[in-house]
């Protein structure tokens, strides 16, 4: 005999059955990672896991997809309160966010209990013998072989006036130029400047093209593994491999050039191609052409991205606050003024003197924050703010949360230089990190912005063609036209 329902008792069993499935899937994740913790998981931060496999990646994207990237984090301290960390599952892995001050100088600094735990998207972008995932010992070694190379006072001083060679010709081409994107010309300056520490003179065709490989790169970085055609990782994957390529090809020329195969001309110091393939390990071996490589991509990556767009939007602020523009300009009259009749050209003790371009700078880097987040995982259980991170569990350091605290940065979205004129307490402005992994190249990025703000402030003006354009945040926080503006010089 056929039971026949109810359209009602029909409705109310769907109803049902969808609950129930949401209730399953909302909690797989819980099952595989919380629930084998034990009584461990009541010490736990709050949060929750979101979906199977893509976790709480679908929100953060949607955020910095869209007009206001602070949504993700904030809707966290919303609904759970500002306990300063929150559990996640991010980039497949259960996570939590630190957005504490305090928080964040612990996950960095503490090298017995954490270590580097970037997405497997960074992993096998960068190379797995790249800076971001090497061991502590391999890293220190690498780093002080290569430190001197980027930000040593010789180095340095000997790179400024590089610098300051291509900033000036870069800005008189700018004028004639018309209507340009400021920030891709920025971008191919300073990328211009990082070949150049690397490997000596290249070839503007060579640069051009693996500026346009490097683009496609790090749209990768931060997106879902996701190895399908139209996907930014797949992109980014075919995007690695030329420039592997391309890499490979400098390495064979440098190699052939070192054994007397091909001449080399007019080599005046050593760049950092030299510092590589000079370098031995503890056991006298040299390192091998995919350590080579993955450090060139990955330096050359760091090297250019974040000065371009730093120094982008440091000039756009200055622009746009013309107190702020006068004040930089009268410094910068009275560093030439002091200048001896004899030099020509800054030398690295005048930028050094460049106190309030410094606090502009600096207001830029934390405004901007480049990079939002570092990622590490932990090796041993350990707690932060009376919560539970588990062993094995990546802990994301939030810095655009420190830079845009209100209770350390009052009204943290205005543009302020003199915020800048008190000392900050340690894991308050994290624009390269902190502790032994502080990005490499810090001192050399500040140099770059340094030379081209001076010649900027004194003789040139930016003219944005659309002053209220869109903003988008990944990979990085850009005008969505790329700051389409005209360059035009201004009277001494």
Request: proline share 5%.
């Amino acid at each position: 005999m056929a039971i026949e329902m109810s359209p009602l008792s029909v409705f109310v069993s769907i109803a049902a059955s969808f609950i129930l499935l949401r209730y399953l899937l909302r909690n797989i994740n819980w099952w595989l990672h919380v629930s084998k913790l034990g009584a461990k998981q009541h010490s736990l931060p709050p949060g929750d896991l979101g979906w199977p496999l893509i976790g709480n990646m679908w929100p953060f994207l949607r955020a910095f997809k869209s007009a206001d990237p602070d949504s993700f984090a904030e809707s966290y301290i919303s609904k759970y309160g500002k306990t300063g960390i929150y559990k996640v599952y991010m980039f497949g892995k259960p996570s939590v966010i630190v957005t504490t001050p305090e928080g964040c100088k612990k996950v960095l600094t503490d090298d017995e209990n954490f270590t580097p735990g970037w997405p497997a998207t960074t992993l096998e972008l960068m190379g797995r013998k790249s800076f971001v995932q090497i061991p502590y010992e391999d890293h220190r070694r690498l780093r002080r072989l290569t430190s001197a190379s980027v930000n040593g006072y010789e180095a340095l001083s000997i790179y400024i006036t590089f610098i300051e060679e291509t900033v000036k010709t870069s800005l008189d081409n700018w004028t004639k130029m018309g209507e340009i994107e400021f920030l891709t010309e920025m971008r191919r300056l300073t990328f211009k400047v990082i070949t150049h520490i690397f490997f000596g003179a290249t070839n503007a065709n060579v640069r051009e093209g693996l500026e346009k490989h490097y683009t496609a790169l790090n749209k990768g970085v931060r997106a879902m593994k996701i190895d399908l055609p139209g996907f930014a990782f797949h992109e980014a994957l075919k995007a690695r491999k030329k420039l592997v390529a391309i890499f490979q090809s400098v390495v064979d020329q440098r190699r052939a050039e070192r054994k007397g195969r091909v001449a080399s001309v007019g080599k005046k110091h050593k760049d950092m191609m030299d510092s590589l393939m000079d370098a031995v390990d503890d056991n006298g071996q040299s390192l091998d052409d995919e350590t080579i490589i993955d450090i060139m991509l990955m330096y050359l990556n760091a090297g250019h991205e974040s000065s371009g767009h730093i120094t982008t939007w440091a000039a756009y602020y200055l622009q746009k606050h013309p107190e702020y523009l006068q004040k930089a300009r009268e410094e910068q009259q009275e560093i030439l003024r002091k200048r001896p009749p004899t030099q020509k050209g800054l030398v690295l003790e005048e930028v050094r003197k460049m106190d309030f371009l410094s606090k502009v700078v600096d207001e830029t880097l934390r405004l901007v924050t480049f990079s939002p987040m570092v990622y590490r995982r932990a090796l041993n259980d350990v707690n932060i703010n009376g919560y539970l991170i588990p062993k094995d569990w990546i802990a994301i350091t939030w810095f655009r949360n420190v830079h845009y605290d209100n209770d350390i940065y009052p009204n943290p979205r205005e543009f302020n230089p003199y915020r800048w004129d008190i000392t900050r307490k340690a894991g308050e402005f994290l624009p390269f990190g902190a502790g032994t992994r502080l990005c490499p190249g810090n001192d050399l990025a500040k140099l770059e912005i340094s030379v081209f703000l001076h010649h900027f402030v004194m003789h040139y003006k930016l003219e944005p063609s659309n002053p209220n354009c869109a903003i988008r945040h990944l990979p990085h926080t850009r005008p969505k036209d790329n700051c389409l503006a005209r360059i035009k010089k201004i009277s001494a």
